[in-house]
């Protein structure tokens, strides 16, 4: 089951490559939610953070990684606070997208 979601801002599409991009901004003001949503063939491992210093890494058993995977073809939604930044990797070589949509739960 999945929570009722309404949009609440423009989404923004991070192309998610085996070398994390700087944090893109997602969410601003009020907003407490966002919908990231993997339509690639590959897992997106995903970091959130209050600065676009935040930085993805993809984790392995040597060495876990804070985050979230994104598994192919799925979206989830996930509570945020306000500003947020999300950074995306993957460790694939064709690298994927991965598109970010602000809102709200209700």
Known sequence: MHDMFAIQGNSVKLVATTTAAPGTLCS????????LSNAST???YVAL???????AAA???AAPAKGMCILPDRFHNIYVP???????ITTASTGANLWGT?????
Request: no cysteine; hydrophobic share 30%; net charge negative.
């Open 59 to 61: 984790p392995t058993s």
């Open 49 to 55: 953070g209050a600065s676009s210093t935040v930085q």
């Open 28 to 35: 601003t003001g009020d907003v407490q939610g966002m919908q």
């Open 42 to 44: 590959v897992p997106i």
């Open 102 to 106: 602000p809102g709200r739960f209700i």
């Open 82 to 88: 306000p500003d947020n930044y999300i950074s995306a």
